[in-house]
């Protein structure tokens, strides 16, 4: 049986410590929060003494905010959040406290990886589009054709990097101590700014993890990186790293979780709760590899996207985004599928959808290794 979560506390954003399962959204206290307080927009943030909720409701066409409905003591009320087809707007993203940091972070985000290989112009406009619409996570890495993708997002965020949660990576081959030192501030450099909001390992290594956790705390002692987190970990390299750097050090680990892709709701995911380390979902579409609309799954996604009057790639960002420890980072290098992704957040899932899904994309063997990209 399940172990349904403690409710969040309400003056820290925080969950207890300890929190595992995968909750029906209909009895996910997280959710449930997330209907009372929009802790992102309350003036002073999330430990803000006096709660409002700010929905901002973005055009088409514009950056500029058109309205802005406060409401104050976060009353039980739906969000206006604006589903079905002839939406003229866009409702603003959700964040939620990332894991043990109580850091709101937004439920969607971007990844990065081959963008320097699309348009660069639309590129641009798209991570800006995003931005627009608080999908301020943003994903990159060194590995990313080279630096080239840092650079491009530090081009995007310039005069924006206080909007950013900005995310970067170094490779395990350059993460000894000095190596990542080194890798930081020519990561740092390319994206044009003085800190990172989460500097991740991106794959376990050769180098010894001790080393690499020594760099990425002096990092934070620094101000060069606010937290630092791994990628690709399974249990027993997370439970290496807990062992090394202690609880509440671990801002998250980023993952490979599709629909065709539950593997980490096995262990890892159940894991990560347990220590409210919260899992970023990499290739959330499968990378290109996104369910064909005539396969029986794909029909069957097609249909509960067609109830939500919501598209299916909507509908696959809601199903992974239904545990609430799981953030996800879309890649959309154009502007119209970065406001497709971003309308995902007003997607809400019934405990029936979210059961015909689990059905149709089958979860599967617990395979012998973390699968990864
Ligand atoms: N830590 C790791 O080891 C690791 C590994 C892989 C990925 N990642 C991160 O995760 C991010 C996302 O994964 P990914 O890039 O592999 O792939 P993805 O996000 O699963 O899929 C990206 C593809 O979906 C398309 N797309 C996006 N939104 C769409 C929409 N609304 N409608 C139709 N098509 C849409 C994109 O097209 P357009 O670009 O043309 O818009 C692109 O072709 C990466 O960019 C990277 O930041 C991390």
């Known amino acids: 049986m399940p172990t349904v979560a403690p409710p969040l506390c309400l003056a820290s954003g925080r969950r207890p410590h300890a929190f595992r399962s995968t909750v029906p959204p209909s009895q996910d206290p997280r959710r449930s929060n997330e209907r009372h307080c929009d ?40 969000l206006p959040l604006l589903i079905g087809k002839a939406r003229p707007y866009i409702a603003r993203m959700r964040t939620l406290p990332f894991g043990w940091t109580g ?40 590995m990313y054709g080279s630096g080239a993708a840092e650079r491009l997002v ?15 990576k170094v490779l395990p081959h350059n993460a000894s101590l000095q190596g990542t030192l080194r890798a930081c ?28 956790l020594d760099a990425f705390e002096r990092l934070v002692q620094d101000g060069k990186i606010r937290y630092w987190g791994l990628s690709n970990f399974d249990v027993d390299d997370l439970e290496r790293a807990l062992r090394i750097a202690g609880e509440e050090r671990i801002a998250c680990n980023q993952v490979l979780y599709h629909l065709e ?11 990560c709760s347990a220590h409210q380390i919260p899992v970023v979902a990499y290739s959330p579409f499968g990378s290109g590899g996104f369910p064909s609309p005539d396969s029986r799954a794909g029909k069957q996604l097609g249909t509960i996207a067609a109830a939500h ?23 959309a290098s154009q502007p119209a599928h970065v406001e ?32 990864m990209i």
Not at 261 to 271: C, F, K, N, Q, T
Not at 344 to 368: C, K, N, Q, T
């Open 309 to 331: 009057g919501a598209t299916p790639r909507q509908v696959a960002l809601a199903f992974l985004g239904r545990h609430p420890d799981v953030f996800t980072i879309p890649k």
């Open 154 to 168: 530090g081009e995007a965020i310039a005069g924006r990097r206080d909007e950013v949660f900005l995310a970067s």
């Open 103 to 142: 850091r709101p972070v937004a439920i969607i985000g971007q990844g990065t990886w081959q963008m320097e290989k699309d348009d660069r112009a639309a590129t641009i406009r798209s991570i800006q589009r995003g931005l627009d619409l608080g999908m301020t996570h943003i994903d990159t890495a060194e």
């Open 340 to 371: 497709d992704n971003a309308r995902a957040a007003a997607v809400m899932l019934s405990d029936d959808d979210i059961r015909h899904l689990e059905v149709a994309f089958p979860l599967g063997m617990r395979p012998a290794s973390l699968p």
């Open 261 to 271: 892709e539950r593997a980490i709701e096995h262990a890892l995911l159940p894991w």
């Open 185 to 212: 501030e020519q990561s740092l450099k390319r994206l044009g700014t003085d800190r990172l909001d989460l500097y991740l390992l991106h794959w376990p290594g050769a180098i010894p993890l001790e080393e690499t």
């Open 39 to 78: 802790s992102a927009f309350a003036p002073g943030g999330i430990d803000a003494p006096q709660r409002l909720r700010s929905l901002t409701v973005i055009p088409r066409d514009g950056a500029a905010a058109t309205h802005t409905a406060v409401q104050h003591s976060c009353p039980v009320r739906p």
